[in-house]
T-cell receptor, first 113, second 115 residues
C-alpha cells in the first residue's frame, strides 16, 4: 500500500528566502507525481506534474525533482513571496491503480514580510 | 475555459438528512474522481467514474454513500442519512484520459457541515 509523507509539516520563512519541501513515497512503482497548492478553504491548484520517466519540471520560480528509485521528490521555491503562503500537497499515482492519487498530508508554508 | 465546477460550495445538513454534491468536469474531460478531506487529514480517494460507469469505488464507505455520472449532466455524490462524521470537504477532480497523462484538475470543493 502506497504511503506518502511530507516533511516538514509546517514551515515559516522570511520573504526572499529559497526553500525546499520534501515528499517521500514508499512504493517506487509510480506513474507520475503531482504537486498541488491549497489555500485555506479553497480547492487544489496544480503546480507541477512529473512523469515517472522525468527527473524534474520547472515553472517560473518552482522546480520539482523526482528520484523514483529512492522514493523522493522535492519542490524548490526560489525567492519566496508572501503570496506563496499556502499548504503544498504532493500526490502520486501508482502504476498498479488506474485511478486514484495518494496524497501526503501537506506542508503548511508561511512566508513572512 | 471553465475548470472543474462544484456546487454548492457550502452545504449544511441536519443529521439524518441527505446531501447531494455536484461536479461538472472540465470541458473535454470524461473521467471524474471524488476525494474527501477530513479536518486536519489528507485527501482520501473515494470513487472514480466515467460516463454512466463506476470504475473504482474502493474508497467509498459501504453504506449511505453513492455516486453517479450520467450520460447527461454532472456527476453526483450522494450521502444518505448524514452523520456528524461526514462533515468534511469533498473535492472532485477530472482528467482527460484514464492514466491521467496530463494530470488531474480539481474543483474548489464542497464543504459539508452536519449539525
Amino acid at each position: 500500500k502506497q504511503e506518502v509523507t511530507q516533511i516538514p509539516a509546517a514551515l515559516s520563512v522570511p520573504e526572499g528566502e529559497n526553500l525546499v519541501l520534501n515528499c517521500s513515497f514508499t512504493d517506487s512503482a509510480i506513474y507520475n507525481l503531482q504537486w498541488f497548492r491549497q489555500d485555506p478553504g479553497k480547492g487544489l491548484t496544480s503546480l507541477l506534474l512529473i512523469q515517472s520517466s522525468q527527473r524534474e519540471q520547472t515553472s517560473g520560480r518552482l522546480n520539482a525533482s523526482l528520484d523514483k528509485s529512492s522514493g523522493r521528490s522535492t519542490l524548490y521555491i526560489a525567492a519566496s513571496q508572501p503570496g506563496d503562503s499556502a499548504t503544498y500537497l504532493c500526490a502520486v499515482k501508482d502504476t498498479g491503480t488506474a485511478s486514484k492519487l495518494t496524497f501526503g498530508t501537506g506542508t503548511r508554508l508561511q512566508v513572512t514580510l | 475555459n471553465a475548470g472543474v465546477m462544484q456546487n454548492p460550495r457550502h452545504l449544511v445538513r441536519r443529521r439524518g438528512q441527505e446531501a447531494r454534491l455536484r461536479c461538472s468536469p472540465m470541458k473535454g474531460h470524461s473521467h471524474v474522481y471524488w476525494y474527501r478531506q477530513l479536518p486536519e487529514e489528507g485527501l482520501k480517494f473515494m470513487v472514480y467514474l466515467q460516463k454512466e460507469n463506476i470504475i473504482d469505488e474502493s474508497g467509498m464507505p459501504k453504506e449511505r454513500f453513492s455516486a453517479e455520472f450520467p450520460k447527461e449532466g454532472p456527476s453526483i455524490l450522494r450521502i444518505q442519512q448524514v452523520v456528524r462524521g461526514d462533515s468534511a470537504a469533498y473535492f472532485c477532480a477530472s482528467s482527460r484520459d484514464r492514466p491521467a497523462n496530463y494530470g488531474y484538475t480539481f474543483g474548489s470543493g464542497t464543504r459539508l457541515t452536519v449539525v
